[in-house]
C-alpha cells in the first residue's frame, strides 16, 4: 500500500470509499462555524479516536497537523518545511521512513531505559514510577524539528485522502473535532460518531441515490433511439458493427474501449488514460508497467463483470459502439464500490473492439474413445 498513515482511520476509510448523491456539493469547502456539521464533526472524531488509539505512543504535535490538514484538504499552496515544498508525495514518505523504521527502535530504546530506570529503583528500595498507556515519550523523536516535520506531514497525509471525497465535507468541522478530541471534551464519543456515520453512509445515502437513480433513468428511457431490455437495461446503439459476429455466451471474452460515468456526470472509470479520473491517472504514472500502452483496450470475459455489462454487450456487433444505461441491481447494488457509492445506476459508452467466443475444452483421448 503507498499510504502508511491510512492505517489510522478505519471507519474514516470505509467512509471515503463510498460516494453520495449528486444533489450536494462535493469535497472539501473551508465551512463556517457558524453551523454545526454532523458529518465533517463525525469524520474528525473518528480520526483522531484512530490516531489516539493506534498511535497513542507517537507525541505528535496535532495543531501542526490540523494546519497542513487544511492546507492539503482545500488544495492551497503546499507548505514549506525546512526548506523544502512539503508535497504529498514527501509527506508519505518521511512517515513510511518514521513507521516502518524509526518508531520501533525508540520505542525499544525507551523501554529499555525505563527498565534499567526501574531496576536501580527496586534495588535502592523504591517503587518504580508507573507509567499510563497513553502516555507518549517526547524521546520518540530526536528533537522538536523532527515533531513538527512529522506533524506537518501527518496533516498533510489525512488532507489528501479528504480532497477527494464523494461527500460534502467542512474542513472547520473537521479540525475542530481533532482538536476537541485531543483536547479530551469532544462533542462526540467514538461510538456517537461511529453510529452516525453508518447511519449517513448506509441508509442516508443509498436511500437518496437509489431516488435519484430511478428519477435519471425515467428522464433517460424517453429519450430518441433508446430501447429498454426486459431486465431493464436503457440502451442505445450508436453504432451497429458486424452483427455476424457478437458475444452469445457468458464465457465469450470481449476487448473493448469503455468510458463509465455516474448519474451526474462524474467519471468513475475508463479504458484510455485520457479519459481516467485524476487519481488514476496518477496511479497510472506512477505504477504502470514499462510496456503499458495507454491506447490499449481491455479485455475480460463477460462472465467475470456485472450483470449490466454481461447482458449488453451481446446487444452489440464487433466493431460497434453503445450507451448502455444500468439500473443498480444489475450494477453493484448496495455495495460501496469506490467511488460508485450504494444504489446507483451507471452509464457505459462502450466501443466493441473485438469479441473472443468461449471455445470448450478439447476432450481427451479415453473420452472420445468412450463415446
Not at 520501533?104 to 525507551?110: K, L
Not at 530506570?117 to 528533537?143: H, K, N, Y
Not at 458486424?242 to 448519474?263: F, I, N, Q, S, W
Request: hydrophobic share 35%; with cysteine; aromatic share 8%.
Amino acid at each position: 500500500m503507498r499510504k502508511v498513515l491510512y492505517m489510522t482511520a478505519a471507519t474514516l476509510c470505509v467512509a471515503l470509499a463510498v460516494s453520495c448523491t449528486g444533489k450536494q456539493v462535493k469535497g472539501v469547502s473551508k465551512g463556517s462555524k457558524s453551523k454545526f456539521d454532523s458529518l465533517s464533526y463525525a469524520i474528525g472524531t473518528d480520526i483522531v479516536s484512530s490516531l489516539k488509539m493506534q498511535m497513542r505512543d507517537v507525541p505528535f504535535d496535532y495543531k501542526a497537523a490540523c494546519e497542513a490538514l487544511e492546507v492539503a484538504a482545500l488544495d492551497k499552496k503546499p507548505m514549506v518545511v525546512d526548506g523544502d515544498t512539503l508535497t504529498h508525495d514527501r509527506a508519505v514518505g518521511m512517515l513510511r521512513e518514521y513507521m516502518m523504521t524509526k518508531r520501533a527502535q525508540r520505542a525499544s530504546e525507551i523501554k529499555a531505559r525505563k527498565a534499567e530506570a526501574d531496576s536501580i529503583a527496586l534495588a535502592a528500595g523504591q517503587t518504580p514510577e508507573p507509567v499510563s498507556d497513553d502516555f507518549a515519550d517526547p524521546d520518540m523523536f530526536e528533537s522538536e524539528s523532527e515533531r513538527m516535520t512529522l506533524s506537518y506531514a501527518l496533516g498533510t497525509d489525512i488532507g489528501n485522502s479528504l480532497k477527494n471525497v464523494q461527500f460534502p465535507l467542512q474542513a472547520t468541522w473537521v479540525i475542530e473535532a481533532i482538536t476537541d478530541g485531543v483536547d479530551g471534551k469532544g462533542r462526540m464519543t467514538r461510538e456517537e460518531a461511529s453510529d452516525y456515520l453508518d447511519y449517513y453512509f448506509n441508509k442516508k445515502i443509498p436511500a437518496e441515490n437509489r431516488a435519484e437513480s430511478e428519477k435519471w433513468l425515467s428522464k433517460i428511457e424517453r429519450k430518441s433511439g433508446v430501447k429498454k431490455t426486459e431486465s431493464g437495461i436503457l440502451y442505445k446503439i450508436e453504432k451497429a458493427g458486424d452483427e455476424e459476429v457478437k458475444a452469445v455466451d457468458d464465457r465469450d471474452v470481449v476487448k473493448v474501449h469503455y468510458k463509465g460515468t455516474l448519474p451526474d456526470g462524474t467519471v468513475f472509470d475508463a479504458s484510455r488514460y485520457e479519459d481516467m479520473p485524476a487519481e488514476r491517472q496518477e496511479m497510472m504514472r506512477r505504477y504502470r508497467p514499462d510496456n503499458y500502452d495507454e491506447n490499449d483496450p481491455v479485455e475480460f470475459p463477460l462472465n467475470r463483470v456485472i450483470r449490466g455489462w454481461t447482458e449488453g454487450m451481446k446487444l452489440v456487433g464487433k466493431g460497434g459502439k453503445i450507451t448502455l444505461w444500468i439500473p443498480s441491481e444489475l450494477a453493484y447494488g448496495e455495495r460501496a464500490s469506490m467511488p460508485i457509492g450504494p444504489n446507483r445506476a451507471l452509464r457505459f459508452d462502450v466501443e466493441l473492439i473485438d469479441v473472443i467466443p468461449h471455445a470448450a475444452p478439447a476432450k481427451k483421448a479415453d473420452e472420445q474413445s468412450a463415446e
